[in-house]
């Protein structure tokens, strides 16, 4: 089945200190990716949505400034959070739109932790 | 506001017990509804769907899952867990003319031999 690359798996990193997500859609083209982020013991959290070619679209309540997403081409959308902070430890998952049949493939998340 | 809710955070049973997960939601229109399940070190996956038509939906490997409007639920079910249903169980709900889907905060389920 189609496949949604997420890396890293894991992250530490300082306060103060940009991470960057990558999001790879393996065997399939997409040209709409989702950022979503868990905290522990809630729902996952639709962040914002990568299109590619052009500026995502962000949720009410984050900061594109802080989260920026990148859509250069139909097989990578990347999240980079900025100057991280401590309350930016979560979980991260991407998923993709198979421009095909529109069905949807989620990564193995990114577990982020920041010091 | 959009959300979904799931009331069982984490069922533990034994295999050949029969399972059901409740799902309700609260969202204003005409919704298409989902079940997704993430196996232990795996990525989320697609279980089944609710579009329209026929309110119980049958998915992969022997689960179900039945949409009653007026309840405003999307419960899952399976008749006899296996061992190898032993995963985190989400559903998501999201509008007709919208990508985005919201979830609900899982289930853990735990399945003993």
């Known amino acids: 089945g189609a496949v949604v690359s997420q890396h890293p798996s894991w992250v530490i990193c300082k306060s103060g200190t940009s991470v960057k997500i990558e999001c790879r859609s393996l065997d399939f083209q997409a040209t709409t990716m989702f950022w979503y982020r868990q905290f522990p013991k809630q729902s996952l959290m639709l962040m914002a949505t990568?299109?590619?070619?052009?500026?995502?679209?962000?949720e009410q309540g984050v900061e594109k400034d802080k989260f920026l997403i990148n859509h250069a081409s139909l097989t990578l959308s990347t999240l980079t959070v900025t100057s991280a902070h401590p309350e930016d430890s979560s979980f991260y998952i991407c998923s993709a739109r198979d421009i095909e049949d529109e069905k949807l493939f989620f990564g193995s998340g990114t577990q982020l932790s920041v010091l | 506001a959009q959300s979904v809710s799931q009331h069982n955070h984490h069922v533990i049973l034994s295999e050949a017990a029969s399972l059901e997960l409740g799902c309700n939601y609260s969202y204003g229109g005409t919704v298409n509804l989902f079940w997704y399940v993430q196996y232990p070190g795996q990525h989320l996956q697609l279980l089944l769907k609710?579009?329209?038509?026929?309110?119980l939906v049958k998915g992969i490997k022997g689960f179900e899952a039945e949409f009653i409007k007026s309840k405003f639920s999307f419960n899952l079910r399976k008749p006899s867990v296996q061992w190898s249903d032993t995963a985190e169980y989400f559903c998501?709900?999201?509008?007709?003319?919208?990508?985005?889907?919201?979830f609900g905060t899982g289930t853990r389920l735990q399945v003993f031999p």
């Open positions: 609710y579009f329209s038509g026929d309110p």
């Open positions: 998501a709900v999201n509008g007709l003319n919208t990508d985005k889907l919201i």
């Open positions: 990568s299109n590619e070619g052009s500026k995502a679209t962000y």
